[in-house]
């Protein structure tokens, strides 16, 4: 069984996408702070993490609080973008061997949601195959 916390702390700091397709299960679910509709599948959850690494993972993130179950953890974080404070929780459910099946993101203040929805709007949009044309 797969030390689901730990793996996932390391696959963060290494911004590891391999490695976080090995965490995600199958099914996987990522909801969004930005996105109404959840994200559902390894490869959309996948993209969508592996993208919140590039816009949020920089020098200042860092978890301030951790609450822990025996199959889910609630991960806040804090973190500074282009001069704004951000709070941040991870709301995180894993399966029996240790796979991530549900990842939903909230942030706060409201200037906050609209710096990531910007951000990561533009890297999902660079992120999109190109179209033959």
């Known amino acids: 069984m797969i030390d689901t916390l730990a793996t996932w702390h390391r696959i963060l700091k290494n911004k590891d996408v ?5 965490l995600l ?20 959850a996948t993209m969508y993490l592996a993208g919140a690494f590039q816009v949020l993972s ?22 500074e973008i282009d001069g704004i404070a951000i709070n941040g929780v991870d ?3 894993w399966n029996e061997d240790g796979r991530i099946v549900d ?24 992120m999109k195959p190109r179209q033959p044309g």
């Open 103 to 126: 990842f939903k993101v909230m942030l706060r203040p409201l200037k906050a949601i609209n710096l990531i929805h910007q951000k990561m709007g533009a890297l999902l949009e660079a």
């Open 91 to 93: 709301l995180i459910r």
């Open 58 to 79: 920089n020098d200042s993130f860092r978890y301030v609080r951790e609450i822990v179950g025996p199959r889910d953890a609630l991960l806040e974080f804090m973190v």
């Open 18 to 22: 391999a490695g976080l397709r090995d």
């Open 25 to 44: 299960a199958e099914d996987a679910v990522f909801h969004s702070p930005v996105v109404h509709t959840p994200q559902a599948g390894r490869a959309k």
